[in-house]
């Protein structure tokens, strides 16, 4: 089949009016089957396939229209929609994938199922490179849910949505009257239960918007709750802020952030509070570097914490397991990555803090920092009841300076610095070649006095 892109726009074609609110007005184009014309709401068959601007940024969008066959997925627009996503691959495109939608267009009979599951290795592979962003604006069923599922950054509506493999006709047909499938369905009980959503959105205009944020290069202070300690935070650090994954465990906290008009992306242990790393915190992380990944941002993490929580109920949530994936995925984050320790900073904490052995730049300390194995009271205790080892640590300590030069000399800190310069380093960075020629690497440190050291053994060794 072959394909082609129609001019338009959202005065011409009017039954885009659902997308009003996410699309700019103009540079429309509508990707259908060559040869038809401008194709009307009637050939566009239950899915719209949408070339469009998203302030500015060029993006494909593909919206289920639940008024035609309830947005279902048959023979032709599942084959188109793949035939799109390919082309918005080839383009280096994100997309917006708007799913209301019943699933499977059974009226077509059981041979509509290959062409509709198509779509699902469709999307994987497109989302290997490119950004898709998923929304659930109602009734989200069967084909529907799994394709959801695919998205980088999944959105729901509060109230409209409902996300589930089936519908409340066959529900109430396997578990009878009394089951409740909106309350069941609903995103409130899917966002408490699964990982299924990432975040819910009060109306349409809100859910546009977050996905506006996302996409486009401009970040937009819009409905974020700070403290006034995280204000202040923020502000030497970055001049515009939109929180992705807002809803989730708030001992850390993400956004994708502009400084200067350079977009990068900021994790944040609030100040002021406990934050412990447990498995929701975790988990927020995880979800977040892999957004950022697919954003391709510079991060900078701002690090104020005493470590993994230790509790019981958090071994039996796996957090270890957890824990060794977080820091595979910072090795494995192929973009510019600093950390900046504001407060304390103890034993696996540090991974939070993109060491350099973790393919890090070089860690920047402010003066209020405290960084070591843990705290040296609890060290204490541990160490008090055998002498030998207390007093070796004693020893060891006691050449741990308030300033941390002891770290800097060894290449585990870049440099400390004050508050007020915190601005300045985040520019910096941003300037990536500029930072690294700042600094030397405490890697590179290492290796130098090692090869030092062995180029001294062979002029010392005797000759034969």
């Known amino acids: 089949m072959s394909y082609f892109c129609y001019p338009t726009s959202l005065s011409e074609s009017k039954y885009l009016r659902p997308i009003a609110g996410l699309i700019d007005e103009d540079n429309i184009e509508l990707f259908h089957l060559e040869g038809i014309g401008r194709p009307d709401r009637k050939q566009m068959n239950g899915c719209f396939t949408v070339k469009a601007t998203l302030n500015g940024t060029r993006v494909g969008v593909i919206y289920n229209d639940f008024r035609v066959y309830g947005g279902s997925f048959g023979r032709e ?9 390919k082309e918005l691959q080839q383009e280096g495109l994100p997309a917006v994938f708007m799913i209301s939608s019943i699933g499977v267009r059974i009226m077509e009979g059981r041979g509509v199922f290959p062409y509709a ?10 989302a290997r490179n490119n950004l898709l962003i998923t929304a659930a604006t109602g009734r989200c069923l069967g084909l529907g849910a799994l394709l959801y599922a695919c998205g980088d950054y999944r959105l729901s509506l509060k109230e409209e949505t409902s996300l589930n493999l089936t519908g409340p006709e066959v529900f109430r047909m396997f578990f009878g009257e009394a089951a409740n499938f909106e309350e069941i369905s609903s995103s409130k009980r899917q966002f408490e239960e699964t990982s299924l959503i990432n975040e819910v959105c009060e109306n349409k205009d809100k859910l546009n918007q977050k996905i506006k944020n996302i996409i486009s290069r401009n970040a937009y ?8 300690k995280e204000e202040e935070l923020l502000e030497r650090v970055a001049d515009g802020l939109v929180e992705v994954f807002p809803q989730h465990n708030q001992a ?6 502009t400084k200067n008009d350079r977009r990068f992306a900021i994790f944040m242990n609030p100040p002021g509070k406990a934050n412990l790393l447990n498995v929701g915190c975790i988990d927020r992380f995880n979800m977040a570097l892999a957004l950022f990944n697919k954003l391709q941002l510079p991060v900078v993490s701002l690090v104020d914490t005493p470590g993994a929580d230790p509790r019981i109920e958090q071994n039996d949530k796996n957090i270890i397991a957890k824990l060794t994936t977080m820091s595979i995925n910072i090795v494995d984050y192929p973009h510019a990555k600093v950390g900046i320790i504001y407060g304390r900073c103890y034993g696996g904490a540090s991974v939070f803090s993109f060491p350099e052995v973790f393919g890090g730049e070089p860690s920047i300390a402010v003066e209020e920092a405290n960084l070591g194995i843990m705290s040296n009271q609890i060290i204490d205790q541990l160490l008090c009841g055998s002498p030998r080892f207390h007093s070796e640590w004693k020893e060891n300590s006691a050449k741990e300076t308030a300033d941390l030069q002891d770290m800097i000399d060894a290449g585990v800190i870049g440099k400390r610095i004050n508050k007020e310069q915190m601005g300045n380093e985040v520019e910096l960075f941003l300037q990536t070649n500029d930072f690294l020629k700042d600094y030397s690497r405490g890697v590179s440190l290492i290796t130098s006095k090692r090869e030092v050291l062995e180029e001294k053994d062979q002029i010392e060794k005797p000759t034969a």
């Open 221 to 228: 202070n819009t409905e974020i709750v700070l403290s006034e």
């Open 117 to 126: 599951f198509k779509i699902v290795p469709a999307l994987r592979n497109f």
């Open 77 to 85: 627009n599942s084959q188109r929609i793949c035939a799109f996503l």
């Open 252 to 257: 850390i906290r993400t956004f994708i952030a």
